[in-house]
């Protein structure tokens, strides 16, 4: 087993973790610059995949980092990167509530909350645009489009959204 490649995805998705204001997907575009591009751990459709896999399953969302990990080093890389990846935003989650919930009525607690909500729909925008961009064909980019605008300007449910995407998927038309 690699030690240093298990020590350098510790420490990446340790680092990762505190940006991932939203949940681990709001730096999937970072995995992939760093897993895919620069250390050509993993290639892009592996790395869409895994993200896939890991949103269809049943369980939290930062499933994928998991699945992530075990593509690039196996059952020790799953461990390290879910490890990295949950320890120092778990902690610093729990800290930070505390100390906000204390502190509700501050000035500057409610102007931080305020402000870290372009932030976070900046990031997953971003990991959308990820998922998304590799797909040249015009129906594909429409479907994601009319996806965004339904879920933005209605209270359809999305487990219909995906199903319907399922059935474009199955008829050919994506």
């Given amino acids: 087993?690699?030690?240093?490649?298990l020590l350098s995805l510790f420490g990446h998705f340790l680092l990762l973790s505190l940006l991932s204001i939203g949940g681990a997907i709001?730096?999937?575009p970072d995995m992939h610059r760093w897993m895919v591009v620069e250390q050509q751990l993993l290639n892009d459709a592996q790395f869409t995949s895994s993200i896939a896999i890991a949103q269809a399953a049943p369980g939290p969302n930062v499933l994928f980092v998991a699945i992530l990990g075990y593509q690039a080093a196996g059952l020790p890389g799953a461990a390290v990167t879910?490890?990295?990846i949950l320890l120092p935003s778990a902690t610093l989650a729990l800290l930070a509530s505390r100390w906000g919930h204390a502190r509700q009525?501050?000035?500057a607690?409610?102007?931080?909350k305020l402000g870290m909500a372009p932030v976070t729909l900046a990031l997953i925008?971003?990991?959308g645009w990820l998922l998304t961009a590799p797909l040249t064909e015009w129906r594909a980019l429409?479907?994601?489009a009319a996806a965004a605008l339904l879920v933005w300007r209605t209270r359809l449910h999305l487990l219909w959204l995906?199903?319907?995407g399922a059935v474009l998927g199955m008829m050919g038309w994506v």
Wanted: hydrophobic residues 55%.
């Fill in 1 to 5: 087993m690699n030690t240093e490649l």
């Fill in 26 to 28: 709001t730096v999937a």
């Fill in 82 to 84: 879910l490890v990295g």
């Fill in 105 to 107: 009525d501050w000035r």
């Fill in 109 to 112: 607690v409610r102007a931080f």
């Fill in 125 to 127: 925008a971003a990991t």
């Fill in 142 to 144: 429409l479907v994601t």
């Fill in 162 to 164: 995906i199903t319907g």
